[in-house]
């Protein structure tokens, strides 16, 4: 690979979460880490989100920066762009992070991102083609009036994907995004943003492009598809997914578009942010720890228990932090918990999502409360305390794009037992007796998205796991793996540099 030219890029970072800003899933995670690995790399970025309500309860000081009259279907919407001062992410180096969010209240200030008590917002068509032409409009503002012309327009999953599309067509002759080039990355294949036929003029595109060519995707709209289509550069974050994707089982109807456009798609793993996720200097944990003194986890583990009320035991802690979703495999979990119960194990829950998943874990909770522990709730300061207090991880997803949860799992020493798909497979190296020997297991894997396979993969963890020297071996393994941005942000600029060459190169 070519190494990353000098030209510092000025990147547009769109999204519909941002960590610490607002975040319901991996999204935010990775978009908050890599614009602020760009910036620090020397880059221009400026990332722009919508102004949720969450965003105005963390009390960050907010600077107006432009107002803007968005051409809407209802007619023109005025919106109020502010720049969001946020500590977490001023970037120390010599690149510039300027982080916006669109304000138009009726859309965004509400309780949820995109939904409430499980359901979607109706408008949500209306909210995110919004947000997205809103985005459009401020690049011609800030065009106009500070000369601030991005190389590139990087867009997030369907609520951004439509950016895409708007810079190939509704803003195609605009003069100062000429030589603006669209990267879409899919965080999710699985969330695609479909819509019924007869809303299309929301999203004020012409009638033509509701075609299977473009946004029609067997009679609906398909905000993700009109993203695939139109992009110059599509990523998604690890390279198996990268591959799935373009089958039938794992394409989720797309794969016909994404085949035919694999010449420009590209898979780069995430990494972590590691001074949020550092358990060396974790503020939410009641002890810190490292590879060179491991003593800290014995007491996150212990204070865990505690907090969860499970009984203090020899065996096992094992975790779990997800959507309560079928993609992550929280069926197989269930499944499995009776049996594992007869086992000495115990199991720390944290997620929510489908109410079936989250009654049935309660009941398992209520029938094992010694060694069952669930909470329903997003909290972030027990994700980490679970991830620092338990001995394993548990993630037997049916697809999983790049994953997170295991890479915190690896770096705070607790074993991921995971099944071998998309990231999980790229990102955690299954234990057999070689693999270990060569100092490179760092984890369980298993083929089968059956709760058979799953338990048959934990009996083997438990058994390693008494075999003290063996186990320590795979947790030192695990927890000094490079799984830093430096590496995947080196690779997304460079392809960055590749589509702005050569008419971006000379721009100035
Ligand atoms: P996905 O994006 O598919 O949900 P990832 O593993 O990529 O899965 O990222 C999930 C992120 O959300 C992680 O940072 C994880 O810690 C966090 N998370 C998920 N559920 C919860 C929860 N209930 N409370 C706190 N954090 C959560």
Redesign the pocket.
């Known amino acids: 690979m070519k190494s990353t030219p000098d030209r510092p890029l000025k990147i547009c970072m769109v999204a519909s979460e941002v960590v610490p800003l607002a975040?319901?899933?991996?999204?935010a995670?990775v978009v908050g880490a890599l614009a602020l690995e760009f910036a620090k790399l020397g880059h221009d970025v400026c990332v722009i989100l919508p102004a949720y309500r969450q965003v105005d309860a963390l009390g960050y000081r907010m600077t107006e920066v432009a107002r803007l009259s968005v051409p809407a279907w209802q007619g023109v919407v005025d919106a109020r762009v502010q720049e969001i001062l946020a500590p977490p992410l001023q970037v120390k180096g010599p690149g510039r992070l300027r982080v916006l969010a669109i304000r138009h209240d009726p859309f965004f200030a509400r309780p949820g991102l995109y939904q409430e008590a499980g359901r979607d917002y109706t408008d949500n068509l209306d909210r995110f083609a919004f947000f997205c032409r809103a985005v459009m409009e401020l690049l011609v503002y800030f065009g106009e009036h500070e000369g601030w012309r991005p190389d590139l327009l990087h867009v997030h999953d369907w609520q951004a994907a439509l950016c895409a599309v708007y810079l190939r067509t509704l803003y195609h002759a605009q003069p100062s995004l000429s030589r603006t080039r669209s990267v879409l990355t899919i965080?999710?294949l699985g969330y695609q943003g479909l819509f019924p036929p007869e809303q299309f003029s929301v999203t004020g595109l012409p009638l033509h492009l509701f075609t299977p060519a473009a946004l029609e995707f067997y009679g609906r709209i398909n905000l993700l598809k009109g993203g695939l289509v139109f992009a110059d550069l599509l990523t998604t974050v690890s390279p198996t997914y990268s591959q799935e994707i373009q089958t039938p089982e794992y394409g989720c109807g797309l794969e016909g578009v994404i085949s035919e456009r694999k010449h420009v798609l590209h898979g780069i793993v995430?990494g972590i942010d590691a001074e949020l996720w550092n358990p060396a200097t974790d503020q939410y944990l009641t002890a810190q720890y490292s590879p060179s003194d491991m003593s800290g986890k014995a007491r996150c583990k212990k204070a865990l228990q505690r907090e969860l009320g499970l009984r203090s035991v020899k065996g096992p802690l094992l975790g779990v932090?997800?959507?309560f979703t079928s993609?992550?495999g929280i069926d197989l979990v269930i499944e499995i918990l009776p049996d594992l119960m007869e086992l000495d194990a115990q199991v720390a829950i944290?997620?929510?999502g489908d109410p079936l998943y989250e009654q049935q874990m309660r009941e398992l909770a209520e029938r094992y409360p010694e060694k069952i522990a669930v909470r329903n709730?997003?909290?972030?300061g027990?994700?980490h305390r679970i991830e620092a207090g338990a001995d394993m991880f548990i993630m037997p997803s049916r697809y999983?794009?790049?994953?997170?949860?295991?890479l915190?799992s690896l770096r705070y020493g607790t074993v991921p037992i995971v099944r071998k798909t998309g990231g999980l497979a790229d990102t955690v190296v299954g234990y057999t007796p070689r693999a270990l020997n060569e100092k490179r297991a760092t984890g369980f894997s298993f083929m089968d998205a059956s709760s058979a396979s799953l338990l048959t993969c934990l009996l083997l963890a438990l058994s390693v796991y008494r075999k003290k020297s063996d186990w320590q071996r795979l947790v030192k393994t695990g927890m000094t793996q490079d799984l830093s941005w430096a590496r995947s942000a080196a690779i997304y600029l460079q392809l960055f540099h590749d589509v702005v060459t050569p008419e971006g190169a000379l721009e100035k």
Do not use: V
């Open positions: 975040k319901t899933g991996g999204l995670d965080h999710n995430n932090i997800a959507r993609q992550k944290l997620g929510t709730a997003f909290d972030e027990l994700a999983e794009p790049c994953g997170l949860t295991q915190y």
